[in-house]
């Protein structure tokens, strides 16, 4: 077994007054410039998950294929080995003395420890055509404007 | 301070024989129907960074923008609080006995831990139109398509 690494919440997801990031006061110079960007990549992680049988399961039927089932390194499920949430988001504003980064929306829960922003970048973050698994057909091929939200559970 | 969380690295990234993820056996199985997708993004752990004094620094002067000042999540520095490495990767085989993914390219280093595999999926990952900050004027609008390499040091 690889040794673990150690994983150091900078702030909270908060959906109460609007939905936002506050980030953890040590943390909050890292938000300098953030603003100049529209859309950001927030890792968060899956507290609700955080558990051994979920951390275990390496299949999982796909709520919205009925009859497939698929790895969950094929799918965004929930249930993975490092519950890591990934979300591209749009950010509406940044108040760096408060640690504030407002979004439009987030697919996190409440309180949901943020782990990491990136900003996107099309080089590296947008791909012209890409082909994806058949049960995927239909779907948009955007972002819709607004954003992401929380699941349907 | 909240509390820490635990990563347990899947596997680490070869670069010996062409560009690879070898992913450990008790995650195998995760990797079923991932050579459905053309893409995938591969969170990994940069080792190199996993230190108090690269995970305290939260500006960074921008190698690519002369003179231009950055907090840490306002550009992909390697300096971050939690220094995990995201990239978007060409998928070109897949060996689910094996544990091996082979990727056109990636960005991290020989052995770096690799922490999950998340499919490319357009109507979470792709935006249409991303304003970015104007230091990045005059860069590719979209990833080109052998995906992107290992940084110049």
């Given at each position: 077994m690889t040794a673990t690494r150690e994983l150091r919440p900078i702030g909270h997801v908060r959906r109460e007054g609007g939905i936002h990031l506050e980030i953890d006061e040590p943390y909050?110079?890292?938000?300098?410039?953030?603003?100049?960007?529209?859309y950001a990549i927030v890792l968060w992680w899956v507290d609700g998950h955080d558990n051994e049988e979920s951390r275990s399961i390496m299949q999982t039927e796909l709520p919205y294929a009925p009859g497939v089932t698929a790895g969950v390194f094929a799918c965004r499920s929930e249930y993975r080995p490092n519950p890591i949430g990934m979300t591209v988001c749009r950010i509406e504003k940044v108040e760096e003395e408060l640690g504030l980064v407002w979004l439009s929306d987030i697919d996190a829960f409440e309180d949901s420890p943020v782990l990491d922003i990136k900003p996107y970048i099309p080089v590296v973050d947008r791909v012209r055509s890409p082909r994806v698994a058949s049960?995927?057909?239909?779907?948009?091929d955007w972002m819709p404007a607004e954003g992401i939200g929380l699941y349907e559970e």
């Open positions: 909050r110079p890292g938000l300098a410039k953030v603003e100049l960007f529209e049960w995927l057909d239909g779907w948009p």
